[in-house]
Nanobody, 123 residues
Framework: QVQLVESGGGLVQAGGSLLLSCAASGLTFSSYSTGWFRQTSGKWREFLAV????????YYEAPARGRFTISRDNAKNTVYLQMNRLKPEDTAIYYCAADYRKYGSGLKEYDYWGQGTQVTVTT
């Protein structure tokens, strides 16, 4: 049973920080690139960042670039998203996803998805 479980979301004031975690089980974690996406009600699921299966390459979409940092700890089967200088526009459900031996931003490329964790940024 493959499972990705996000945690670390919550309520934070604008300008603050959150660390999101995604714990994986049921797969060889180091064989999968992992990405972070977010979705606001009524909008598409937006790509934010991806890290390669070896952790040696990362890519950030513009909204995340300069404020968010993706990382992974393969020994713990966990991928992280450190979010700094949060804005109300960052309010969304955040999802992690795993992509076998790939490195992309397309929703359909990803093999497994977590359930999401809510992030709410107040003014």
């Amino acid at each position: 049973q493959v499972q990705l479980v996000e945690s670390g979301g919550g309520l934070v004031q604008a300008g603050g920080s959150l660390l999101l975690s995604c714990a994986a089980s049921g797969l060889t974690f180091s064989s999968y690139s992992t990405g972070w996406f977010r979705q606001t009600s009524g909008k598409w699921r937006e790509f934010l960042a991806v890290i390669s299966w070896k952790g040696d390459n990362t890519y950030y979409e513009a909204p995340a670039r300069g404020r968010f940092t993706i990382s992974r700890d393969n020994a713990k089967n966990t991928v992280y998203l450190q979010m700094n200088r949060l804005k109300p526009e960052d309010t969304a459900i955040y999802y992690c996803a795993a992509d076998y031996r790939k490195y992309g931003s397309g929703l359909k490329e990803y093999d497994y998805w977590g359930q999401g964790t809510q992030v709410t940024v107040t003014t």
